[in-house]
């Protein structure tokens, strides 16, 4: 059966996000499945979080196979969620698409109007864009209302970028290395003398210095601890797989034999 191929009898759903759509509607009809008519916004909402994870995950591996079918797991839920607000009459496709639409428009007069593209002050006049937009937002400051739930790494990097919309920023990189430099020097300073809570408090600033240091030059903290999470995990395996077959007992080895065994990982991965 070919990868658009259906059941023979089975209604047939245009390959576009209104086939999507068809499909919800048809499967929260009354003779449609009970599961999906049980299924609230919120109820949805895990779902949704982790097919958005999954996507990330396959694009970040470049497997194109698998980023085709989490994608279509993404949207099967952007269109879930539409559908259950088009039968409580509270926003519809036409909504969506006409509010982002218009959105990206605005936020886009260097295409759609006659500004000039601003090269690296493009992402302030992004922000300035979108505060313009909400001034009932304007009391929550620059930084805005940045929905608590973001995590704490990708909250620290949005934060920073809306400061530095208003010039609030190093001129360069070279700054903000320098502050990571400072703040692992108190950091250092209370891992010897202070207090537990002194100490986090200037790790917390490390880390967010770390951040600052990377938004500068052009690299996300969350993609990028992601991918170091992988390496650690894929050479970990590794250096498992090889003590096994050595019959080495990782639990009882020293710290010696297993550092020996992590570095030829590492270097099998260079050959």
């Known amino acids: ?25 048809r ?67 036409e909504a969506v698409a006409g509010g982002l639409i218009a959105k990206m428009v605005r936020r886009h007069p260097h295409v759609f109007g006659d500004a000039e593209y601003q090269g690296q002050g493009h992402q302030a006049m992004w922000e300035r864009l979108k505060r313009e937009e909400k001034p009932a937002e304007n009391d929550a400051g620059v930084i805005g209302e940045l929905p608590e739930h973001l995590p704490t790494l990708v909250r620290a990097y949005r934060m920073q970028e809306k400061a530095a919309s208003i010039g609030f920023d190093w001129p360069d990189a070279a700054g903000a290395r320098l502050k990571v430099g400072e703040e692992l020097v108190e950091t250092d300073a209370e891992a010897g003398a202070g207090t537990a809570e002194s100490l986090e408090e200037e790790f917390g600033d490390l880390l967010f210095a770390l951040v600052n240091w990377g938004r500068l030059l052009g690299i996300h903290p969350d993609t990028a601890l992601r991918r170091a999470n992988r390496k650690f995990e894929s050479r970990f395996r590794g250096l498992e797989a090889l003590a096994a077959e050595r019959g080495i007992d990782v639990e009882r080895s020293s710290l010696d034999v297993l550092d020996g065994l992590w570095n030829e990982v590492k270097s099998s991965e260079k050959e």
């Open 1 to 25: 059966m070919s990868e658009f191929e259906r059941p023979a009898g089975s209604p047939a759903f245009e390959p576009r996000f209104e086939g999507v759509l068809e499909l919800l509607r």
């Open 27 to 93: 499967l929260r009809g009354p003779d449609g499945c009970p599961w999906d008519r049980e299924q609230t916004p919120r109820s949805l909402l895990p779902y949704l979080i982790e097919e958005a994870h999954e996507v990330a995950h396959a694009i970040e591996a470049g497997d194109d196979r698998s980023a085709t079918d989490e994608l279509g797991d993404l949207l099967l839920h952007l269109a879930f969620q539409i559908v259950i607000a088009e039968e409580e009459a509270r926003f519809d496709m």
